[in-house]
């Protein structure tokens, strides 16, 4: 049986797991679950993922929830090419610099937490839009810095081969563009972002190329 994903084409999250299925050369049948229409909330999509959100793996009726624990599913079924470097150190500034973006930046910028902004505490779209574009720049700032000591090649986040922290980086910069944020002060991530763009396991990723897209 194929590896089915849960995925919804504007979401970061399902972004970051496609980069990887990709990146690691594995089939996968895309389902869309549309949150703007709410397919998330349905009782039959409850049962498949208790959180309610996407992305989901299927592999063959076990069900995995949360980008980054399919992406480490991901490492373990199919380690090459790896995304996680081989020293623990190592390993453990890519993680680092992943969940900067995965559990500081995303959380506080993703749209149930926007539309919460919006219809709960009354902020208009020019306040929602200053707190994403907030968000961006704390955690970018320090992503910038640390991808500056540990970037190989300037082409990568670490090193000088695609890791973790690459796979969510170019969709957090998606994001960031869709809301206008001022990517100027971060030459190294813009160049890191361009580079892996052209990479066609990103690009495929891309939320343009998905079924789904509007």
């Known amino acids: ?8 084409f504007r979401s970061s999250a399902a972004y970051r797991a496609r980069i990887a ?7 996968f049948e895309p389902v869309s679950v549309h949150l703007q229409r709410k397919e998330h909330r349905t009782e039959d999509y409850r049962q498949l993922n208790p959180q309610a959100l996407v992305p989901a793996l299927d592999d063959d009726g076990t069900v995995i929830p949360q980008s980054l624990a399919i992406i480490e599913y991901l490492e373990e079924i199919q380690p090459l090419p790896a995304l996680l470097p081989s020293s623990p150190q190592d390993r453990a500034i890519v993680r680092a610099m992943t969940q900067l973006i995965a559990s500081e930046i995303h959380p506080l910028c993703n749209l149930r937490i926007l539309v919460y902004l919006k219809e709960q505490l009354g902020q208009n779209e020019e306040g929602v839009n200053a707190w994403y574009r907030h ?3 704390e ?8 991808v500056g000591r540990h970037s190989g090649d300037g082409k990568h986040c670490f090193g000088t081969s695609i890791t973790l922290a690459d796979v969510c980086l170019v969709p957090q910069m998606l994001n960031a563009r869709r809301f206008d944020c001022d990517l100027e002060p971060y030459p190294a991530l813009r160049r890191i972002d361009a580079d892996l763009c052209e990479n066609e396991a990103f690009a495929a990723a891309h939320p343009s190329r998905q079924p789904d897209a509007e």
């Open 1 to 8: 049986m194929a590896l089915r994903l849960y995925t919804y």
């Open 139 to 146: 955690g970018f700032g320090s992503l910038e810095t640390m």
């Open 21 to 27: 299925l990709n990146y690691k050369g594995l089939d």
């Open 135 to 137: 968000w961006i720049a």
